[in-house]
């Protein structure tokens, strides 16, 4: 049967998949538009049982907050190969899912929502087929507070969430600049209560070997090896963290030099491999 242009460029509008794709699609589905895009669901199915076992860790990393900053989201939409992820049409993709997934609280329902009328798992399968790559949703972060801010850094690498306490005057200025320090710092907790206790441990055991190795007494192993613990929660947590437009303060200082009442009450970093 006749495939006319506008039926095929129909189809490519809805899907992203190239011109010859869609008219044999078209073809195969008799001029059925919905079959059609199933046609093409299915050869991205294909297409991802062959890449199941590649590695995309290349793709665009995505910061989304909600109208009144209470809400944020960060979203991966990865691939195999930076090519892909600096093309338009992705980049498009990646803020439509992004969009979205401002409303589910769980990658998993995200996955199931409804994104052109079929699934973000279903139009990630499409894309597989159309793109040619494996793509996938590498991370999925959520947080809410009473203020949100977010910071994207540049190439779409890295993106990252802070809450605040409140939202005060210049709420949206601070959340930036803490987001950016968890961009750039990658730490790994809010403070010190929230370091898993097993990585406590762990690098009490280091601190008090290297001691050992430097001939310091058993017996005053503990006590120093607590004080190197300090100076890991200096460095490893957000709000101990030397501020990085002024070394001279932690992050917890700066915060509280623009309100006393303020706190950072948690923050989220998705970043590519």
Do not use: W
């Not at 290349?58 to 939409?77: F, H, I, P, Q, Y």
């Not at 898993?196 to 430097?214: F, G, N, P, T, W």
């Not at 700066?254 to 006393?260: A, G, L, P, Q, R």
């Amino acid at each position: 049967m006749k495939i006319t242009a506008s039926e095929v460029n129909k189809l490519r509008q809805s899907t992203g998949a190239g011109m010859m794709d869609c008219k044999k699609a078209l073809v195969e589905a008799e001029g059925d538009f919905d079959k059609a895009v199933e046609v093409l669901r299915k050869k991205g199915q294909k297409v991802a049982a062959n890449r199941a076992d590649r590695e995309s860790s290349e793709g665009a990393v995505l910061a989304k907050v909600n109208g009144n900053n209470t809400v944020g989201v960060v979203v991966s939409l990865n691939c195999e190969t930076d090519f892909v992820a600096k093309n338009d049409a992705y980049l498009e993709l990646a803020e439509g899912l992004s969009d979205l997934a401002l409303d589910y609280d769980s990658l998993e329902a995200f996955l199931a929502a409804d994104y052109n009328g079929m699934s973000v798992a279903d139009k990630l399968t499409e894309q597989t087929g159309v793109i040619g790559e494996k793509i996938e949703i590498g991370g999925f972060k959520r947080l809410e507070a009473p203020f949100v801010g977010a910071y994207i850094h540049a190439g779409n690498k890295i993106a990252t969430l802070v809450g605040l306490s409140a939202a005060v005057d210049q709420a949206s200025e601070v959340a930036k600049n803490v987001a950016m320090q968890a961009a750039a710092m990658n730490p790994i907790a809010l403070n010190e209560e929230g370091v898993d206790a097993s990585v406590i441990e762990k690098e009490i055991e280091i601190a008090k070997d290297q001691l050992r190795q430097e001939g310091k007494p058993e017996a005053m192993l503990d006590n120093i090896a607590k004080g190197k613990i300090q100076r890991f929660f200096k460095d490893n947590t957000l709000i101990n963290q030397d501020y990085i437009k002024d070394s001279k303060m932690s992050v917890n200082q700066y915060v509280k030099s623009v309100d006393k009442a303020l706190e950072v009450t948690a923050f989220a970093r998705v970043a590519l491999v």
